[in-house]
């Protein structure tokens, strides 16, 4: 039960505007049985690294901007539960949130008797970086990154909005949604797979790829009248305006809908 209170927290808090921030790091809600909450914003910059890594560990979420500047800013809400306040905020002072150039790893003690913490990110990165994303209890939001993206959560639904490069996004019981202004795919491509949940393209009606989507259980339908007839289909592949870098969706239990924007 703990976990589902840390998880759902940090679920709810990603992707709320700059201005909310304060909500986003409340402990209002954050609690578990007979314990007492800390919540507090933390501040870091780090160098980039060739390889960069994002990993709030067992929960919390992460949203990335990509930014002009060279290096990371990490801004971190730590969340802690213990026997009184004094106890909450001594553990919130034994959680770290950086590890070095391109780590932004979260590390703290282990849960006990009731005592836990979670971590959520929201972190500014070169454009162009790699980057590894990764979470457990918690969704992941990227905006305006270009590089080579591996984004993985087990629970909790990934989304991008205006992002290009060799991405790939998976997650296992969530949905994911993507949102391009561009009339192409900038980069190598797209891979997106998730078992339990439904994948959502928003996109130009003027955008060009070639796509290949495919479930299991449940229905493929595009807005673009190239897909045609196949849309009762399970496995599709088309061609989107002129072609180019291939769009992949793959679901297991969930719909793949891929829609013009208005």
């Not at 507090?40 to 980039?48: I, T």
Request: with cysteine; aromatic share 4%.
């Amino acid at each position: 039960m703990r976990m589902i209170i840390f998880a759902s927290l940090a679920i709810l808090g990603i992707g709320l505007p700059l201005a909310a921030q304060e909500d986003w790091c409340s402990n209002q809600g954050f609690h578990t049985s007979g314990m007492v909450t800390h919540s507090e914003v933390r501040e870091e910059r780090l160098a980039a690294a060739t390889e960069n890594i994002v990993d709030p560990a067992q929960n919390g979420s992460i949203r990335v901007h990509g930014w002009a500047n060279a290096d990371i800013q990490v801004k971190a809400c730590i969340q802690s539960a213990g026997p009184d306040m004094g106890a909450a905020e001594a553990l919130a002072k034994q959680v770290t949130i950086t590890d070095g150039p391109g780590r932004v790893v979260a590390q703290g003690p282990s849960s006990n008797n009731g005592s836990g913490w979670s971590v959520s990110y929201e972190i500014w990165a070169p454009a162009s970086a790699n980057l590894t994303l990764k979470a457990n209890n918690g969704s992941i939001q990227a905006e305006g990154v270009m590089g080579r993206v591996r984004a993985h959560t087990l629970n909790g639904s990934l989304s991008m909005k205006d992002v290009g490069g060799d991405i790939e996004g998976e997650t296992t019981n969530g949905s994911l949604n993507i949102d391009l202004a561009t009339t192409q795919w900038h980069g190598q491509g797209l891979k997106l797979n998730t078992v339990n949940g439904s994948i959502h393209l928003h996109l130009p009606a003027n955008f060009s790829a070639d796509v290949e989507a495919s479930t299991v259980n449940g229905r493929i339908h595009s807005d673009f009248a190239n897909i045609g007839d196949m849309r009762e289909r399970h496995d599709v592949k088309f061609t989107m305006g002129a072609g180019g870098s291939k769009i992949e969706a793959r679901t297991v239990n969930g719909s793949v809908q891929i829609s013009k924007q208005t």
